[in-house]
């Protein structure tokens, strides 16, 4: 599975973004696809995760509230809805696909390049 990412950018605290997360290659076998995202000088961390067939989603306790995850099966994307933005959202985010439900990104498989996301105070 192929994974491209976009949508990032600079925003003012308070403000929103939406991430999305196009797939393609062999996704028949995918079973959750998630977000994560890394702060400089910080590991990775998960964000959100949605079972791909069927869209019951789950969330870092962090984010819960504030982000939405869903998914378009017929454009084979998932989205990542940030509102309420902090500046201590700021990190290059990550989409990621996994063939189990888990929130530890050594289960995620097939990895999307990151993209941006700055939350100026």
């Known amino acids: 599975v192929q994974l491209q990412a976009s949508g990032g950018g600079l925003v003012q605290a308070g403000g929103s973004l939406r991430l999305s997360c196009v797939a393609s290659?062999?996704?028949?076998?995918?079973?959750?696809m998630g977000w994560f995202r890394q702060a400089p000088g910080k590991e990775r961390e998960f964000v959100a995760a949605?079972?791909?067939?069927?869209?019951?989603?789950y969330y870092a306790d962090s984010v819960q509230g504030r982000f939405t995850i869903s998914r378009d099966i017929a454009r084979n994307t998932v989205y990542l809805q940030m509102n309420s933005l902090k500046p201590e959202d700021t990190a290059d985010y990550y989409c990621?696909?996994?063939?189990?439900?888990?929130?530890?990104?050594?289960?995620?498989?097939?990895w999307g390049q990151g993209t941006q996301v700055t939350v100026s105070s």
């Open positions: 990621a696909t996994s063939g189990i439900v888990s929130r530890n990104l050594r289960d995620f498989d097939s």
């Open positions: 290659g062999r996704i028949s076998n995918t079973y959750v």
């Open positions: 949605i079972f791909w067939r069927g869209g019951r989603a």
